[in-house]
Every structure is written in C-alpha cells, then in structure tokens.
C-alpha cells in the first residue's frame, strides 16, 4: 500500500514539473557532427521507432525543477528495492571526465541496489555501488561511484576497446530499450577508461562484439576506489514506439581480486559465464518521458 501511495505521489510531482517546465516539446535530433562505423541497425531513427521528448525550456521553473527532483527521489526510494533506476531531465549536460562533483548530478536520486552473483549467489556485495541516471535531448547520462576499502588492490590493465575487461575492475550496463527482454546493447568500461559495446539478440545469449557505438566515458581512480561517467548517444540505439518510457537495464560490476560480480539484477550462476548479458532478467529503468 504505501509503495502504490508513493508511486502515485511521484507521478504527481513529475506532472507538476512537466507542466512548469514547458508548454511545447522538441524531438531528439539524431546526434549530428560526429563520425560513426555503427552499422544500421544502431543507428538513428528508423520506421516504427520513437524518438523521446524533452520540454524545450532553457530557463526551468524552480518548482518544476523542484518537482521533479522530488518525483525523482520519491520514485527511487520505492523503486530501488527492486534494483529498478529513474531517470531525471537535464537541461545542463555533465562534464564527461569522472568527477563526480558536477552540481549537475545532485538533482537526480541516488540507487545502490546491488546483490552477489559471484562469489556467493545473493549475498551482500563487499563493496558499496551508487548509480545517478540524468538524460537531455541527445544522451543519455551515467555517473557510478564504485567505493573500493582498499583501492590498491583494484585491478585494471586492459586499454584496447573490446578487450577482456570482465578480468578489470569494471562496471557493465545492459540496456534494453524495446524493454521486451528479448535483446538489447551492452556498455562496459573499467578504472582505466577502456570500453567496451555489443549488440546482444537472443536474450543476451549471442553477442555482435563486431558493433561500435560512439559514446563517451571517462574514469578516475582516488582514495575512495574509482567513478566513472558515462553519455550514450540516443541517436546510437533503437527503441519502441510507445509513450511509457521505460526500458530494461542492468547495471554489474566485476571485483576480479575476490572473483566478485554484484548486479542490479543477478543472473543466476546457472546462467553459466556469459550470463551478465543476459536480458531475460532486468530491472527498469523509468522516467525517459
């Protein structure tokens, strides 16, 4: 009962944002000044496909940002014991060098929702993962903060893109934007900076590694273990035609040191090896309105 009051608390808040924030809307332009070796199927806006909206307004109100900060962290407190992530409206892009301190950052909620896979299936993970999730008329943005006690012993020697990071500390982001669970795209990048992307088809159990999105990330390692911040072009991804604006997401992080993977959603170890990118267990990823 009170998750239902909650959520129906959050769905008003975000109206009133969006009823302060703009009168008229804009579609996503597919991102244009860039040079890209995506093949078709990645690229831009095809038949059937929608292109999200976002209020045009340069200059929010203050209480329809205030709205939709509030929507946002209501929503994510109802949602985060089910790994699910809300995503908040931007109109100021985050600077892209994994420093998490961008102002930008504090209006979008704060998910730390992880459980083990590895070593042990459905254990609390050793370290602590928090995820914040923003997006604006072209990317869609990622900030992860990946708390380490013992930041010497992270890993990471892989600089080639596509190479091995699964044996770096690295996080992987598995989108599903049809949200049917049947595929999707895969993310991945490690404490050095290296990424990594593929196509996923038969609910994650095939892999076109052979498919690169130009997206940007950037990483930092401190005291504290490492962030990274992450922009993914929309125009680099397909999606459903259909006004929910929700897609499937997981979110894993890979501690080689201790043999540790910790998802949003843990694959079952049954899974096998390649069971990180698989999309017939997701948590949503809510708010792309």
């Not at 809307?25 to 991102?31: E, K, M, R, S």
């Not at 020697?157 to 500390?169: A, G, I, K, Y």
Request: glycine content about 10%; overall charge neutral; proline content about 6%.
């Amino acid at each position: 009962m009170l998750d239902t009051l909650a959520a129906r608390l959050a769905l008003a808040l975000t109206r009133l944002g969006t009823l302060f924030l703009s009168h008229d809307h804009a579609q996503y332009p597919v991102h244009q000044g860039r040079s890209t070796s995506v093949p078709a199927v990645g690229r831009g806006r095809q038949p059937g496909v929608k292109v999200l909206s976002l209020p045009r307004a340069r200059r929010p109100h203050r209480l329809g940002w205030l709205a939709s900060v509030l929507a946002g962290a209501t929503l994510c407190s109802v949602l985060s014991a089910h790994g699910d992530l809300q995503a908040v409206p931007t109109h100021q892009a985050p600077t892209i060098d994994g420093d998490l301190s961008d102002a930008v950052w504090s209006a979008a909620p704060v998910c730390t929702t992880f459980t083990q896979r590895e070593p042990i299936e459905g254990a609390t993970p050793s370290q602590r993962t928090q995820i914040r999730v923003l997006f604006d008329d072209g990317y869609l943005y990622f900030a992860i903060r990946n708390h380490d006690t013992d930041p010497a012993r992270m890993l990471a020697t892989h600089m080639r893109r596509d190479d091995r990071l699964f044996e770096d500390d690295s996080i992987h982001i598995i989108l599903d934007t049809y949200n049917n669970r049947r595929g999707g795209y895969h993310f991945g990048t490690n404490s050095l900076g290296a990424q990594q992307d593929a196509l996923l088809l038969d609910e994650g159990r095939s892999r076109n590694e052979a498919w690169d999105a130009v997206w940007e990330s950037r990483a930092r390692r401190d005291s504290l273990g490492w962030s990274v911040e992450i922009a993914i072009p929309f125009g680099q991804l397909r999606y459903d035609e259909g006004g929910e604006g929700i897609w499937g997401i997981n979110v894993g992080r890979r501690l080689p040191r201790d043999n540790e993977e910790v998802y949003l959603v843990p694959p079952p170890q049954s899974f096998g090896f390649g069971g990180g990118f698989r999309t017939s267990r997701l948590a949503s990823l809510r708010g792309l309105t």
